[in-house]
């Protein structure tokens, strides 16, 4: 597949099928992930896939209790946004990621595959990240949909206990990206293009160019 | 290009050549970078294209500076072992690693574009590093080599009043990306395979599969 439609087609994919995602997929998966780059080429970092219905289903409520806190907290302000004006661009927007994110909640336990991320003592997140982005670029490849959630850090301690986490060797969980099918289709998401959230050799400098529609396909 | 040898073939690639990067390319770039997901697709990143000699002049010498401050902290004992045991594969992997980045460091002038990625109020850093890793995919796509560095950080304020950075708003910089025609060659970057820092449903436990050489080519 070309590099730049699936650079530009890889979005959060939260709505998936149950049907597992075979073993050779998840190896070219994980394979094009420890590419990745990483601070002083430290790879300080460990990866968990977790296929097991009985592990997913003990973190499957810790999930739906810590997108509840999330809400209420973090997105406590644009909740009440949208709910005082649904029919505005932000609050649809808004909505429309909350209804994704609820599936993935209310739906937890039917996604067939997660990746957790866990790097140790890298407190800005450099070193893991890329290669979580990589995960789901090359799931994109496979026509897998993936879509990265940190809501479970609100519940950081639950989780690592069950995965079973050394955390006295200083190793935190930096992400869970899920795994499956879609049910969707695949799209260019919408963003503000690059000319309004940038700049050139200072602050508030234009950028040098104004890119009006995403310039794939 | 293919998305798998895009996926397989972007390292940090510091050395590269003065020779200026077209705009209608560093616009492919931004515009792949910014498809990148955010949490809750909040897009709460700012992105700064640096090619004026001017500002890479004030730069410079902080990051020489910086540089030298991380081979004395966070470095050291890296240093140190690769000192005392020069020929051992660890020692050679991060020499190697060392000298790439004193060459940023001896010739960062001669770079002739840097991407800053910028993030408010995200710790996690998960919002950021996706749209940074992507421009850098992108640029590789275009024959573009990149590497980021955080090492700016050590310098965080000196830098970010040199761009004007609006710090007072929750701003701050999450990183620099280097970019330029490379001098060197493409290719796999050397990694510990997914089977040596992955796990299957529990810490400790086989991932279910082993790959003893990368997949691609």
Redesign the interface.
């Known amino acids: ?8 087609t ?3 994919m939260r709505r998936v099928k149950s049907d597992p995602i075979p ?1 050779d997929i ?3 998966i ?8 990483s ?3 430290a ?1 300080n ?8 219905p009985a ?1 997913i289903a003990q973190i499957g409520p810790i999930y739906r209790a810590a997108m509840t806190l999330l809400w209420g907290s973090v ?1 406590a302000e ?1 909740v009440a946004a949208a709910e005082a004006d649904p029919e505005s661009p932000d609050s649809k ?2 909505l429309r ?1 909350q209804k994704s ?1 609820q599936w993935l909640a209310d739906n937890f336990e039917k996604v067939p595959l997660y990746l957790f991320g866990f790097t140790q003592n890298d407190t ?3 070193s893991i ?2 290669a ?3 995960a789901q ?2 799931a ?2 496979e026509g897998i949909g993936a ?2 959630t ?1 809501v479970l ?1 609100f519940q950081h301690d639950d989780v690592l206990n069950i ?4 955390t006295d060797e200083g190793w935190y969980m ?2 869970c990206v899920s795994l499956g099918y879609p049910t969707g289709k695949w799209g ?2 919408s ?4 000319h309004e ?8 400098s234009p ?3 104004e ?1 009006p529609e ?3 396909p």
Do not use: H
């Open positions: 597949m070309d590099a730049r439609e699936v650079l530009y890889t979005r959060a073993m998840q190896e070219r994980m394979d094009a992930a420890v590419r990745a780059p601070g002083g080429n790879q970092w460990r990866f968990m896939l977790v296929d097991d592990v997105y644009r927007a808004f990621v994110a800005s997140g450099s990240y890329p979580l982005w990589s670029l090359a994109r490849v879509s990265l940190q850090a995965l079973g986490i050394p930096a992400g260019v998401a963003r503000q293009q690059a959230v940038s700049f050139r050799n200072q602050w508030g950028l040098g160019f890119t995403p310039l794939w």
